[in-house]
């Protein structure tokens, strides 16, 4: 709510502010970092594109989050890639809102332990079928007649969300987990004590089961080629407050960082809760 987010790559870099222009160009090269140690590019000369083909766009995006980090996100502008040619399907689901509501009723009800598992930098995991080209970005060292070959998805192409998913529902899978009918975004193994249930909202996950089981679980999927981040107080998912009673048998959920937000955009709205 203090700092305003930078709309474009020159005013994060050169900002005004000294302690945000050092946070900023952290951020920055971090992106870079994260996106050489994957792979998702190679540099090639724009005489070895195939004949025909063009560059997507694309941009920096930067955001403060609510925890306090500065992001700033490469992302590849999906209106610009041309269907049938620079992607075909692209649906990816996330859990559903009723499945959510249910799950956060059953974990009081068998008083199962949560932990949030982030995983790090999902877009750059999904494996990509079609030859996409783009410019080299801003702050990269490049010549002038280079270009961007991507060898993995990224952040803003239409098919990124897809290809991830594909990918982690099948290291679920591999991993003794069933996937619901009816949702494809819930998940379980085990029964009794063993149960474990884990809901994917793109890469927020939210594990419930016992703690010995979470634990197993996540230590499993550090063999795999995720690498996850964890929260283990469930106090914020999808951004949703989550708030339960000192007996665990009572809970809320609620969005009222968003009244907040209301309020400061649009003047004259009045809160009706209050």
Partial sequence: DIFENPKTFDDAWNHTCEFQ????REAINKEFDKM???????????SEMEKGRRCVKHKWVFEIKRSGIFRARLVACGYSQIPMQDYDAVYSPVVNDVTFRIAIIMMMVYQLDAVIFDIETAFLLGDLKE?????????????????LLL???IYGLVQSSRQYNLKFVSTLKKLGFSQ?????????RGTGDKLLIILTYVDDNLTLGKSEEIKKFLEELKETEFTYTVEENLQDYLSC?????A????????QPHMVKKIEKTLPGFVDMTK
Avoid at 36 to 44: A, F, G, H, L, Q
Avoid at 247 to 254: A, E, L, Q, T
Wanted: net charge positive.
């Fill in 21 to 24: 222009r050092k946070r900023w």
């Fill in 36 to 46: 050489e140690s994957k792979r998702v590019w190679k540099k090639i000369k724009r």
């Fill in 131 to 147: 030859l996409i080209y783009m410019d080299c970005p801003q702050g990269m060292n490049h010549k002038e007649d280079e270009c």
């Fill in 151 to 153: 060898t993995k998805t």
């Fill in 180 to 188: 619901s009918v009816s949702d494809p975004c819930l998940f379980a």
């Fill in 241 to 245: 407050e989550i708030r339960r009673s």
């Fill in 247 to 254: 007996d665990k048998m009572k809970g809320w959920i609620g």
